[in-house]
């Protein structure tokens, strides 16, 4: 396949997906006649060109995309776990909110139920923690994020996930920890 013939691909594929990022079986559905090895070295060499840009292990971004400029790392947690329940927790819900000082900029704190693991792109740093939890559980204290393949967790959630973790709890302050849950459990507060 030309190279010109797979920017047509992936052109296609983001009006679908909406983001610039391409895993390792969506490039196996869009180039099925390249054996693994050969579609490695197919890949490594539309790196070398510019064509791609390598994300982190299984997964590229394409430049030349309309929503390059718009895929943010929380594009991509669903490509590195896809089997797995993803969502936002943790500090990312937290700065959020204003309720811990820090301030989250290029780094996302995800749940999942897949493996941990850490993820240094040139999107930022995607940090995923495992959870046990039951994934219908997990849908009851989460919901869809707009413009992302990727829940949230509600602001009690993620501190609780916080706790449970046992990440610092200092940085919490607990008057706008209580007052984000009460302002969140009300009807009218938009996520």
């Given amino acids: 396949m030309s190279t010109h013939q797979l920017k047509g691909k992936l052109h296609a594929l983001q009006k679908y997906t909406h983001h610039a990022l391409v895993s390792m079986p969506q490039f196996k559905m869009l180039m099925p006649e390249y054996s693994d090895d050969a579609l490695k070295v197919r890949l490594n060499y539309l790196v070398k060109k510019g064509v791609l840009q390598k994300i982190c292990r299984g997964v590229w971004a394409f430049p030349e995309s309309h929503y390059y400029h718009s895929t943010s790392i929380l594009h991509l947690p669903h490509l590195v776990r896809p089997s ?108």
């Fill in 84 to 191: 797995s329940l993803n969502y936002l927790s943790l500090e990312s819900v937290l700065s959020k909110y204003s309720v811990i000082s820090q301030q989250m900029f290029d780094y996302a704190t995800v749940m999942t139920t897949g493996r941990s693991g850490t993820f240094k792109t040139p999107l930022g740093t995607l940090e995923l923690t495992h959870t046990k939890r039951d994934p219908v559980a997990i849908t009851n204290e989460t919901y869809p994020l707009d413009d992302y393949p990727l829940r949230e967790a509600t602001i009690k959630r993620a501190y609780l996930d916080l706790k449970n973790v046992g990440r610092n709890l200092e940085l919490v302050d607990q008057d706008a920890l209580s007052e984000a849950i009460t302002r969140q459990g009300s009807d009218n507060y938009e996520h």
